[in-house]
């Protein structure tokens, strides 16, 4: 029980040292609760949070997952090189004693789970889509909207899954869509943040032998 107490506990730290403080990001990841693919329920307790923690590392769009047993039983399977995410649960047991009195206590079990999108299903397998709930906080703001428009050679915007990041590859950036943001500040707040990233460009003040990571943190 305690590896597994210091296995969420090491992710989280990490996250901490990365910048991050992942209960605190201003973004939710796209609306829609993390749900085993075969038993169609949410995950519960601390397990939406990992998945999370997943899946601002990733970018994944799909909030399904499946073990890989239950990847294979779909006929399916996770692709080679992948890397699960731990999901906990707790399990009533039943003991009886000597006196035939019978007593009951939980014991944590844990295994890892993956999602839909580290797995390659039968071409005529369907993924439910469902619907995101996003109560929308986002309205323009002229101001800032003035500021991204004058910046000098802005890279461009792209607004797509559940991470926010510069490219300097390709020089872009990308961010989640601006309902997912919990209000207008954050949305413009993490998207400056890219964009002082983008600075760094070649084109601009390159600076990139100093910084590689551009990620929101």
């Given at each position: 029980?305690?590896?597994?107490?210091?296995?969420?506990?090491?992710?989280?730290?990490?996250?901490?040292?990365?910048?991050?403080?992942?209960?605190?990001?201003?973004w939710?990841?796209?609306?829609?609760?993390?749900?085993n693919?075969?038993?169609?329920?949410?995950?519960?307790?601390?397990?939406p949070?990992?998945?999370?923690?997943?899946?601002?590392?990733?970018?994944?769009?799909?909030?399904?997952?499946?073990?890989?047993?239950?990847?294979?039983?779909?006929?399916?399977?996770?692709?080679?090189?992948?890397?699960?995410?731990?999901?906990?649960f707790?399990?009533?047991v039943?003991?009886?004693?000597?006196?035939?009195?019978?007593?009951?206590?939980?014991?944590?079990?844990?295994?890892?789970?993956?999602?839909?999108?580290?797995?390659?299903?039968?071409?005529?397998?369907?993924?439910?889509?469902?619907?995101?709930?996003?109560?929308?906080?986002?309205?323009?703001?002229?101001?800032?909207?003035?500021?991204?428009s004058?910046?000098?050679?802005?890279p461009?915007?792209?607004?797509?899954?559940?991470?926010?990041?510069?490219?300097?590859?390709?020089?872009?950036?990308?961010?989640?869509?601006?309902?997912?943001?919990?209000?207008?500040?954050?949305?413009?707040?993490?998207?400056?943040?890219?964009?002082?990233?983008?600075?760094?460009?070649?084109s601009?003040?390159?600076?990139?032998?100093?910084?590689?990571?551009?990620?929101?943190?």
């Open positions: 029980m305690s590896k597994v107490y210091e296995i969420i506990t090491n992710q989280i730290l990490d996250k901490l040292e990365q910048g991050v403080a992942p209960w605190s990001k201003p939710v990841m796209n609306g829609k609760e993390h749900k693919l075969i038993s169609k329920k949410p995950y519960r307790g601390i397990n949070f990992m998945l999370d923690l997943t899946v601002m590392d990733e970018g994944y769009e799909s909030n399904y997952w499946v073990t890989y047993k239950q990847a294979k039983k779909l006929g399916g399977h996770v692709r080679k090189g992948e890397t699960g995410t731990l999901i906990v707790w399990k009533w039943e003991k009886e004693d000597e006196s035939g009195d019978v007593s009951r206590f939980p014991i944590l079990r844990y295994y890892k789970v993956f999602n839909t999108e580290q797995c390659d299903f039968p071409a005529d397998f369907q993924i439910p889509n469902d619907e995101a709930e996003l109560p929308n906080n986002y309205s323009p703001i002229a101001e800032a909207e003035n500021i991204i004058n910046m000098p050679k802005r461009e915007i792209r607004h797509h899954g559940n991470r926010a990041y510069y490219r300097p590859s390709i020089d872009d950036v990308t961010m989640p869509n601006e309902s997912q943001f919990k209000g207008s500040e954050e949305y413009y707040s993490t998207l400056f943040h890219e964009l002082a990233h983008a600075t760094g460009h070649a601009r003040l390159g600076r990139f032998h100093k910084n590689h990571n551009h990620s929101f943190g």
